[in-house]
């Protein structure tokens, strides 16, 4: 049995390793392959991301001076609706004046009391709409996290205990070094003791 068993070896040997040798010419052909294909693609894809930042440079640049038109002319806008508001009181109290009317004298009190408020201004977007080239705002919270205001909020209940993430690793390193003595409030150190067996058990 032991004869065949290596005469089959044998012969199967030389098949193997020739297969083993073609997937390691084939593997070592994929990864010059995929490294000059990476080369080639690198100055794409940083000159595709250039354009992009350039893009939204200038998207951000064209929404600022949309909004500071529309601030300016908002401002127009209230200063308009105020010179209208003061007209009319002015007439009404002219008219007060003339007839005697107590009424119209009030309500042109009345109407200088109120605040002004003119309707919205709306300038519209001024970045052309290109074919192909959508913006999406996709919004995130900055990395640096005051962690102690954040830490405060979650504990008056004003923010959702999911917004702490519990630093476990470093709990438990801090339970090693303190042989869990430590005391960190609203942490509870407790032993996971365990068996270690080193040497056969009899």
């Given at each position: 049995m032991k004869f065949l068993r290596t005469q089959i070896h044998e012969w199967f040997a030389p098949h193997l390793e020739a297969v083993q040798e073609t997937k390691r010419t084939a593997e070592v052909a994929r990864k010059g392959l995929a490294t000059e294909q990476t080369k080639m693609e690198a100055p794409?894809?940083?000159?595709?991301?250039?354009?992009?930042?350039?893009?939204?440079?200038?998207?951000?640049?064209?929404?600022?001076?949309?909004?500071?038109?529309?601030?300016?002319?908002?401002?127009?806008?209230?200063?308009?609706?105020?010179?209208?508001?003061?007209?009319v009181a002015a007439a009404l109290e002219t008219e007060a004046a003339r007839t005697g009317d107590l009424d119209q004298r009030q309500e042109a009190l009345d109407l200088l009391a109120q605040p002004v408020e003119a309707p919205a201004v709306s300038v519209a977007a001024l970045t052309p709409k290109i074919r192909g080239i959508t913006y999406r705002d996709c919004w995130k919270a900055h990395p640096k996290v005051d962690i102690r205001v954040l830490a405060a909020a979650v504990g008056a209940g004003t923010v959702p205990v999911a917004f702490l993430d519990v630093n476990m690793p470093a709990l438990n390193q801090y339970a090693r070094a303190t042989h869990g003595a430590g005391v960190v409030p609203g942490v509870r150190f407790w032993n996971d003791r365990q068996i270690a067996v080193t040497t056969p058990m009899t």
């Open positions: 794409l894809i940083a000159a595709e991301q250039h354009l992009r930042r350039m893009l939204l440079a200038w998207e951000a640049s064209q929404e600022e001076m949309r909004r500071d038109q529309e601030r300016a002319l908002q401002v127009i806008a209230q200063a308009r609706a105020e010179t209208v508001v003061l007209d």
